[in-house]
């Protein structure tokens, strides 16, 4: 996905604005990356004893259960707009 949106983000911007735009890019990665990393450290403190996930394990392991279960959910969400996205410019073009 990265070499995608890079090469994205290069071929759209002018030559003059395609190192500002890299650079803004690289910002974004980096501060998205630092803040996920915060969010998931901090979901791992405080759901530490609740089971959300209803097929993993409980304890120790139930813990990472429910955050991959989470992302699943994320996963799931982003596919529905992704194919909702795709099918409002599809209609578009007909």
């Given amino acids: 996905m990265q070499p995608t949106l890079v090469n994205w983000v290069s071929s759209?911007?002018?030559?003059?604005?395609?190192?500002?735009?890299?650079g803004v890019y690289s910002l974004n990665n980096f501060l998205?990356?630092?803040i996920s990393g915060a969010i998931a450290s901090t979901m791992l403190d405080h759901i530490s004893q609740v089971?959300?996930?209803p097929f993993g394990a409980h304890?120790?392991?139930?813990v990472?259960?429910?955050v991959y279960f989470f992302l699943f959910i994320l996963t799931l969400m982003n596919l529905?707009?992704?194919?909702?996205w795709m099918y409002r410019f599809r209609n578009k073009e007909i």
């Fill in 64 to 66: 990472y259960s429910n």
């Fill in 32 to 34: 998205s990356t630092a």
């Fill in 12 to 22: 759209t911007l002018e030559s003059d604005e395609s190192g500002i735009g890299m």
């Fill in 59 to 62: 304890g120790i392991s139930g």
């Fill in 80 to 84: 529905v707009l992704l194919y909702q």
């Fill in 51 to 53: 089971p959300i996930n």
